[in-house]
C-alpha cells in the first residue's frame, strides 16, 4: 500500500501542534486528592522479566507534580499526578512515599525497585535532587540490584548520570524513553510529544557510555492512525531502534483513558485503541529483530474507567494470557497458532486505507472540536 506516513512529506505541522497541546492541556484532570503527599500513588509487586531472570520487582509511583512537558494526546500519566494543581513538593514528601512503600516489606525483599514520578525522574522542577539522591543512596546501601526510573531523553544530562554514579555506586540504573515513534509525522503530531530523534539517540548512547540501560518505549497506535499504519509504524520504530544499538524493546499498545485528546477522539467515533490481533501482527513481523516485550495489557480488567485494546469476549482473556507468556519466554508459537472468528474482522479493517494525508486528519478533528466547543 502506498504509505501515509511519509517522514519528509510534512513540513509544516508547528501550528498542527500548537492547537493539539492547547486542547490537550486544557482536558486533563488531576485524579489526585489535594495534599495527600504522605504516601505514593500506588505501590505494586511484580515479577519482571529480563534476560532469561525473574527479578522481584516493586514498583512505586510517588504523587508528584506530573510532567512539565504534558502535550502527548494519548498519555493518562500527568492525569495521575497533581498536575495543575500548583502544589509544591518538597525533598522530604518524596522520600516519606519512597520510605511508606516498605512499610510490610524491606526493601531487601526486592531484586529491583522501579520508582516513578508520573513524570521525568530526571527533570528537577518534578523531583528535586536531594530527593533522587536519597533514594540513590537508599539502593546502594540494600540488596536490590538496582533501579528503574523513566524520562524524555531532553532531560537526561551528562550532570545528572554523574549525580547517578555518585550516591548509587555500582547499582544498575534502567531508564525508560518513551520514543513512541521512529517516524517525525506520528511522534511530532500524532503522539505531539516534545521528543525528538536526536534527543533520544543522544540519551541513549550517554547513558550507554555510563554503563547504564536504556529502555525504548514505542506506542502501537497512536491516534489519528489506522491498525495497518499501527503495524508499519510499530515495525519500522523498532527497526529504527535496533540498529540504534537497542538489544530489548517496549511496545505499549494506545489505551484510551478519561482526560485525553484520545478520549475526545474515542467519543467522536474517531478512534479506537489497537486490536490484540494487531499486537500479535506486529510481533509475527518483528519478532527477530529484538527482544519485544509488550506493556499497557489489562489482565486483571480493574480499571473501568480506561478503554484498552481488546477483541472479542470469546479471545480476549486467551490473547491477553498468551502475551504475557511471550513476554516471558519470547517464543512466538505461543501466539502463532491462536485463531479466532473475530480474526476476519481485524484482517478486513487491516485492508481499510484513509486515504487523508495525517496533517489533514489532524485538521479536520480540530475543526470539528473547536466548532463543538463553539456551540457549547
Not at 102 to 110: A, C, V
Request: contains cysteine; glycine residues 4%.
Amino acid at each position: 500500500m502506498v504509505s501515509m506516513l511519509n517522514q519528509s512529506a510534512y513540513q509544516n505541522t508547528t501550528r498542527l501542534r500548537q492547537r493539539l497541546s492547547r486542547i490537550t492541556l486544557s482536558i486533563r484532570r488531576s485524579q489526585l486528592d489535594m495534599g495527600v503527599v504522605d504516601k505514593p500513588f500506588s505501590v505494586n509487586d511484580y515479577d519482571f522479566y529480563e534476560g532469561g531472570r525473574i527479578y522481584r520487582r516493586k514498583k512505586i509511583i510517588l504523587a508528584a507534580p506530573g510532567c512539565t512537558a504534558a502535550t502527548c494526546t494519548m498519555c493518562p500519566i500527568p492525569n495521575e499526578a497533581f498536575y495543575g494543581l500548583r502544589l509544591k513538593l518538597t525533598a522530604e514528601d518524596f522520600l516519606q512515599q519512597f520510605n511508606a512503600a516498605f512499610s510490610s516489606d524491606p526493601l531487601d525483599s526486592y531484586q529491583l525497585i522501579s520508582v516513578y514520578n508520573s513524570g521525568n525522574w530526571f527533570a528537577s522542577k518534578e523531583i528535586p535532587s536531594l530527593a533522587r539522591q536519597h533514594i540513590y543512596q537508599a539502593i546502594a546501601g540494600s540488596h536490590c540490584e538496582g533501579l528503574m526510573v523513566e524520562s524524555l531523553p531532553q532531560f537526561i544530562t551528562p550532570q545528572l548520570m554523574e549525580e547517578a554514579r555518585t550516591h548509587l555506586g555500582n547499582k544498575r540504573l534502567i531508564v525508560a524513553i518513551g520514543l513512541q515513534s521512529a517516524n517525525d509525522t506520528v511522534r511530532n503530531v500524532c503522539v505531539n510529544t516534545t521528543c525528538t530523534r536526536e534527543q533520544f539517540e543522544r540519551a541513549s548512547h550517554l547513558l550507554w557510555e555510563y554503563g547504564y540501560t536504556a529502555r525504548a518505549y514505542l506506542m502501537v497506535k497512536p491516534p489519528f492512525l489506522t491498525e495497518q499504519e499501527a503495524v508499519d509504524d510499530t515495525v519500522a520504530s523498532i527497526r529504527y531502534v535496533a540498529e540504534l544499538g537497542y538489544e530489548d524493546v517496549s511496545i505499549c499498545p494506545t489505551r484510551i483513558a478519561p482526560y485525553t485528546l484520545a478520549a475526545e477522539l474515542a467519543r467522536r467515533n474517531l478512534f479506537t485503541a489497537p486490536s490484540l490481533w494487531t499486537i500479535v501482527d506486529i510481533l509475527t513481523i518483528a519478532h527477530t529483530i529484538c527482544n519485544i516485550r509488550v506493556t499497557c495489557l489489562d489482565l486483571d480488567g480493574k480499571d473501568g474507567d480506561t478503554l484498552y485494546p481488546r477483541t472479542c469476549p470469546s479471545c480476549t482473556h486467551t490473547l491477553l494470557t498468551a502475551l504475557q507468556a511471550y513476554n516471558v519466554h519470547h517464543d512466538l508459537l505461543t501466539i502463532a497458532a491462536l485463531d479466532c472468528s473475530c480474526r476476519d474482522e481485524q484482517r478486513a479493517e487491516m485492508k481499510r486505507q484513509e486515504k487523508r494525508s495525517l496533517p489533514d486528519r489532524v485538521s479536520d478533528f480540530l475543526e470539528q472540536y473547536n466548532a463543538e466547543m463553539s456551540v457549547e
